[in-house]
Nanobody, 114 residues
């Protein structure tokens, strides 16, 4: 069993920045792949960014060049640095852990005002 706790969401003006954190705990026996997804009201949950166990990163085209995913394996933590935020980035952001099965965090709200 793995638990994921997200933090760092909030309200920010367009053009501003936020950093999301996700701490994994529980039955962690190897370095996992992890990622961030987001879901706006009435929309499906879509990939924002992912990072492999080896550190390879992947980004959605809509956030490429603005968001950076990183990890601290010693702390079992993944981060999402979000810069140049746009109102279109408003969504609930979910942390994902890929191990023996896929785990999800509870989500953290990010709201970007015009």
């Amino acid at each position: 069993q793995v638990q994921l706790v997200e933090s760092g969401g909030g309200l920010v003006q367009a053009g501003g920045s936020l950093r999301l954190s996700c701490v994994a705990s529980g039955s962690i026996f190897s370095i996992p792949a992890m990622g961030w997804y987001r879901q706006a009201p009435g929309k499906q949950r879509d990939l924002v960014a992912r990072i492999s166990s080896g550190g390879t990163t992947t980004y959605a085209d809509s956030v490429k060049g603005r968001f950076t995913i990183s990890r601290d394996n010693a702390k079992n933590t993944v981060y999402l640095q979000m810069n140049s935020l746009k109102p279109e980035d408003t969504a609930v952001y979910y942390c994902q852990y890929v191990g023996r099965r896929v785990y999800w965090g509870q989500g953290t709200q990010v709201t970007v005002s015009s």
